[in-house]
């Protein structure tokens, strides 16, 4: 069983300032993948960062960034010079390479960005 | 374009009326799942289809029914829907030939069931 753990249920930042949203997570796998969505007001759901569970090294996607501590099984997401954009849900996800690919969200963190 | 497509996008039924959710992709995918949104509760898996006549049960299957006859498409029935199936659904499609097992979500389905 693949549980996901998000401890923060809101969080808010200024804009162009950084914050760091956490998730920690638990699974049996020895091959998994951990993303990132973001759900904004509109309710769909954007992919905003992935990881390769075997990679060392952490993700990057322009403005988004994961810290990943496979030993300590925490997966967070920090969000620099953020924008008013970035207002919305974040899910964390855990999914297996194995079997049909399904995906085991946390509870989500709801962040909104104060001009 | 590759998508995602789900209908109706909103709906409010009362309770044990039959309905049917629909949703589709274009992508060839094999793999097709449908999860529900509560708040607080995150998403959660109803059912899966790892292909064509193949399905199997989520976390959350009770009062839910699917069937994947075609390739594209894979409806989600609630044969007689209840209050605690008012929820957010979205339908999810993936390949294991996509990078890292990426899921792509259709813009998802409101339902209120009175």
């Known amino acids: 069983a693949q549980t996901v753990t998000q401890s923060q249920p809101e969080m808010s930042v200024q804009e162009a300032e950084t914050v760091t949203l956490s998730c920690t997570y638990d699974t049996s796998e020895n091959n998994y993948y951990l993303f990132w969505y973001k759900q904004p007001p509109s309710r769909q759901m954007i992919l905003v960062i992935r990881?390769?569970?075997?990679?060392?090294q952490n993700a990057t996607e322009n403005r988004f960034s994961v810290n990943f501590q496979k030993a300590a099984k925490s997966f967070s997401l920090k969000i620099s010079d953020s924008q008013l954009g970035d207002t919305a849900m974040y899910f964390c996800?855990?999914?297996?390479?194995?079997?049909?690919?399904?995906?085991?969200f946390g509870t989500g963190t709801r962040l909104t960005v104060i001009p | 374009e590759a998508q995602v497509t789900q209908n109706p996008r909103y709906l409010i039924t009362v309770t044990g009326k039959k309905l049917t959710v629909t949703c589709s992709q274009n992508?060839?995918?094999?793999?097709m799942s449908w999860y529900r949104q509560d708040p607080g509760l995150g998403l959660r898996q109803i059912y899966y289809s790892m292909n064509v006549e193949v399905t199997d049960k989520g976390d959350v299957p009770e009062g839910y029914k699917v069937s994947r006859k075609e390739k594209r498409n894979f409806p989600l029935i609630l044969e007689s829907p209840s209050p605690n199936q008012t929820s957010l659904y979205f339908c999810?499609?993936?390949?294991?030939?996509?990078?890292?097992?990426?899921?792509?979500f259709g813009p998802g389905t409101r339902l209120t069931v009175t």
């Open positions: 990881q390769e569970a075997y990679k060392q």
């Open positions: 996800a855990i999914g297996q390479s194995t079997g049909a690919n399904n995906l085991f």
């Open positions: 999810a499609s993936s390949s294991p030939g996509t990078a890292l097992y990426e899921q792509y």
């Open positions: 992508m060839n995918h094999e793999y």
